[in-house]
């Protein structure tokens, strides 16, 4: 067994890692996992390497699609992960909101439970199950089975997706690798959700069911979701028949082809397929940069067609460090308003995604403002007076998308002390680290996007094929993430 793990590693690495054995007082399995294992059985342990710069591969599927082993985040943190070989793409996180240290101390070992563990950070994950083996599917399916009559299964990666689902893997939430987003299923709908300080989520995004081919039954449990292999993202309630499908662009093309869906640290959903060479961006749930949670930051406005982003505080300019810190929490509490907040005003913006924000009627700008004024939950108000729309945000600022109508008046508040543009402290740094690095490092793989404008701005349908290294293509997703990294 030994030999066959050394013979994996260069010939001048050879001889020191003999003496590592040696001297290693852990003696019991010497194999170091430099190489992929079939299954893993009880008394398994592995240690990362200090040689290894992105990943120690520990466990392959039999196809050799995909492995599980260490992946080195932010120079020495280390996740286990299971990664697709070809892309070296992440496709699901053990840990992804606790990393391990990259050093000796750490070690993955399998007593029934598959646990890493570092005892000098504390760090313990764990599957908490009692079972005989782990195997990686040719899914990407990590399961840990017990052994019997029939192999069963007593747990799966496929039941604690990360921000990744792949075809055929039942899957009813994701959060982003930042943090910051998450998709969640409603009684009849699948939402995209951002996180705010304190306060409850907003739903910037939904996608009711159709039931066009079945339909939702009250009482007959929570609805869940899948990609099939046929090119859609369908949701299910019970049966095998969807109570929806939204078609990627290769709906019902010929395969195999293999299909992912992510929730990008942008917020956006999006799917891809691998063509054997790169993945394909095939499906996104947001068309427009504009329409998405926050592409320019807290009090950033982002105008359609026009390149890039400006700040709702037009005395400020756009850098790409932001506008002005996030707000937090709410306005109440003990206190003069004018000592907690000071307004600042702006035509021609609406909301990003005003069918989702809370609509009121009003009969003035200063009936709207006054709505918003009164109200401590309130962070800003914008009046529309040609419908009479007051939409009232409850949540601190994010951006904002600008119109030509200068009709359209915004009224935002800014907790005093915020007007410094520093930038927004991010929910959990040490994950936003990691997925800088990660998207960075690994997912320089080039996608092809093939966008499709929506007639509702009253664009015609365009189609354009954009090569290039990821975050070029996703450079307001990338500003989104620098804005919350660390300071
Ligand atoms: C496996 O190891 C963990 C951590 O050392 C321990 O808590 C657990 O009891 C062990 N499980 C079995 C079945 O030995
Ligand atoms: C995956 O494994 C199953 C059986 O375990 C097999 O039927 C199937 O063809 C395999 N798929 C691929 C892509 O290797
Ligand atoms: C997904 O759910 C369907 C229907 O409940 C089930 O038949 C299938 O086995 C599930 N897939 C996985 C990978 O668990
Ligand atoms: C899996 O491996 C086969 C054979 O090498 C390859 O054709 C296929 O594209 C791979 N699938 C994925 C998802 O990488
Ligand atoms: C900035 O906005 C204020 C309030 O809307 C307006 O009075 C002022 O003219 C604007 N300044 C510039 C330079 O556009
Ligand atoms: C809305 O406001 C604009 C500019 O203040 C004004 O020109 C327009 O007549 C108003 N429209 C209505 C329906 O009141």
Redesign the pocket.
């Known amino acids: 067994m030994s030999s066959l793990c050394i013979s994996m590693v260069p010939i001048r690495l050879q001889f020191a890692l003999i003496v590592l054995l040696f001297l290693s007082s852990e003696t019991t399995r010497p194999c170091l996992a430099v190489t992929s294992n079939q299954e893993l059985l009880k008394g398994f342990s592995a240690v990362p390497l200090s040689s290894v710069t992105s990943f120690q591969p520990i466990l392959s599927d039999q196809?050799?699609?995909?492995s599980l082993g260490f992946l080195r985040l932010n120079r020495n943190q280390l996740a286990l992960a299971v990664l697709?070989?070809?892309?070296s793409e992440p496709l699901w996180l053990a840990n992804p909101t606790h990393l391990a240290s990259w050093s000796q101390s750490t070690r993955l070992f399998f007593n029934g439970s598959l646990i890493i563990s570092d005892p000098e950070t504390d760090f313990l994950w764990s599957t908490a199950t009692n079972g005989d083996r782990v195997v990686l599917l040719?899914t990407?399916n990590l399961q840990v089975q017990k052994k019997g009559e029939s192999s069963s299964v007593i747990w799966q990666s496929f039941d604690f997706p990360t921000n990744t689902v792949v075809q055929d893997q039942n899957f009813t939430a994701l959060v982003s690798s930042n943090g910051l987003y998450s998709l969640r299923m409603g009684n009849d709908f699948m939402g995209l959700y951002a996180k705010h300080g304190g306060g409850s989520d907003e739903l910037y995004w939904k996608h009711t069911a159709l039931e066009a081919k079945a339909e939702i039954v009250e009482g007959n449990g929570p609805i869940y979701a899948r990609i099939s292999p046929d090119g859609y993202l369908g949701m299910y309630q019970t049966g095998t028949k969807p109570v929806d499908v939204q078609k990627f662009n290769n709906f019902q093309r010929p395969h195999?082809?293999?299909l992912m869906v992510r929730i990008e640290p942008d917020g956006n959903l999006k799917g891809y397929c691998?063509?054997?060479s790169t993945w394909l961006l095939n499906y996104q749930g947001i068309d427009d940069t504009c329409e998405l949670p926050n592409p320019c930051g807290p009090y950033g406005l982002c105008t359609p067609g026009r390149s890039g982003c400006s700040c709702l505080d037009n005395r400020t300019s756009y850098s790409a460090r932001g506008c002005m810190k996030e707000g937090y929490g709410d306005l109440c509490g003990e206190g003069m308003a004018e000592d907690k907040y000071w307004v600042m005003r702006r035509t021609g913006v609406e909301p990003a995604h005003k069918e989702l924000t809370r609509q009121e009627r009003a009969s003035s700008v200063e009936e709207c403002e006054g709505m918003c004024e009164k109200d401590c939950r309130c962070w800003g108000a914008l009046y529309y007076n040609a419908t009479g729309y007051c939409y009232v945000v409850e949540h601190p600022i994010q951006t904002m998308v600008g119109t030509g109508l200068e009709s359209k008046v915004g009224y935002f508040k800014v907790r005093k002390g915020a007007g410094d543009r520093r930038r927004r402290v991010g929910l959990s740094v040490g994950i936003v680290g990691g997925v800088v690095a990660m998207m960075g490092v690994i997912g320089a793989a080039s996608y092809t996007m093939r966008r499709r404008r929506r007639r509702r701005r009253g664009v015609e349908e365009e189609d354009r094929v954009i090569s290039g290294p990821y975050k070029n293509l996703a450079s307001a997703s990338f500003r989104s993430i620098e804005m919350s990294s660390s300071h």
Do not use: I, M, Q
């Not at 196809?63 to 995909?66: E, Y």
């Open positions: 196809s050799g699609n995909f697709h070989v070809a892309s040719n990407s195999p082809l293999f691998w063509d054997g």
